[in-house]
């Protein structure tokens, strides 16, 4: 039988191991740490008995004491549903004016409005409510069809030449081309131009003022100022959804794009709508 090998200075036997000339000693664990160790393994037992644990070919051990985190998160679900029904009825039963009036339902109907837009709205309208070409800016002064509370609440309802929804809003301008030649059309997006700024030809500009007159002002007024009742959009101010420059007014004289917005009401309900409605009005630019 071998002798077994100590470590002149702690006296230690060695396990044989030796790497680098650097023995290893054969120290045994803590007691404290082993007993601990021991523990885990009987708690890790008592834990896959007690709860979900083993997989199984189409589920999984249930668990004596039949916990489910799937079935708590759906109790704590259904305790927020239950703290904010009171306030969900309140809403639906109010009028968009009166959710204003009171500081907690518009508290309220603000968040859980900028909830739902998250979901809904951010794809065309930006995260920002800033909008995109095509898109309109929901935090300006500038609305086609009006920007009070209840306007928006509409529009939102029933949406922009929707075909799901029969009052939907709808407005429609006629392609000029092929009904104007092209140097009338050119003349009338100067004058346009002229509304707000420069244009490239005073001259030009002038020479289109009694085109526009002609063609163009019984929708967006005779200084470009809108109507609501057609739902034609400002000429006389920067806020363009298609381009502001001549060549670009003058593409949309000739061929008009019409964007469409769905209707909400049917999909998101009445309570909901009125939520998103309280808070694109709060972001700024609702009248």
């Known amino acids: 039988m071998s002798e077994i090998e100590r470590d002149d ?3 230690v036997a060695t396990t044989g191991h030796e790497w680098d000339g650097i023995k290893e ?3 045994p664990l803590p007691r404290w740490w082993v007993w601990t160790f021991y523990a885990t393994i009987v708690w890790s037992v008592g834990y896959t008995v007690a709860y979900p644990a083993w997989p199984l070919v189409s589920s999984a051990t249930t668990g004596v004491l039949g916990y489910s985190s799937r079935a708590e998160v759906n109790q704590e679900l259904a305790a ?6 009171d306030y969900v009825d309140r809403i639906a039963a109010s009028s968009v004016e009166d959710i204003l009036a009171d500081d907690e339902l518009r508290q309220f109907a603000s968040a859980a409005g900028a909830a739902a837009y998250r979901v809904n709205c951010v794809q065309c309208h930006g995260s920002g409510a800033t909008g995109s070409a095509g898109y309109p800016n929901l935090n300006d002064d500038d609305w086609i069809w009006g920007g009070s509370v209840e306007e928006i609440r509409q529009t939102i309802a029933h949406g922009i030449r929707f075909d799901g929804d029969l009052d939907t809003r709808f407005s429609g301008m006629p392609a000029f081309a092929g009904v104007l030649p092209n140097q009338e059309i050119a003349r009338i997006a100067a004058h346009v131009v002229s509304f707000s700024g420069e244009p490239s030809s005073a001259e030009l500009a002038q ?4 085109l526009y007159a002609d063609n163009c002002a019984a929708c967006h007024g005779e200084a470009g100022e809108g109507g609501r009742d057609f739902g034609a959009p400002s000429l006389a101010d920067a806020i363009w959804l298609y381009g502001s420059s001549e060549a670009e007014i003058a593409a949309q004289i000739r061929a008009p794009h019409h964007g469409t917005m769905p209707g909400w009401a049917a999909r998101l309900g009445d309570a909901t709508v009125k939520e998103l409605a309280v808070y694109i009005h709060t972001l700024g630019g609702g009248e």
């Open 9 to 11: 200075v702690t006296g």
């Open 25 to 27: 000693l054969n120290n």
């Open 80 to 85: 927020a549903d239950a703290a904010r029904s």
């Open 207 to 210: 020479e289109g003022a009694s």
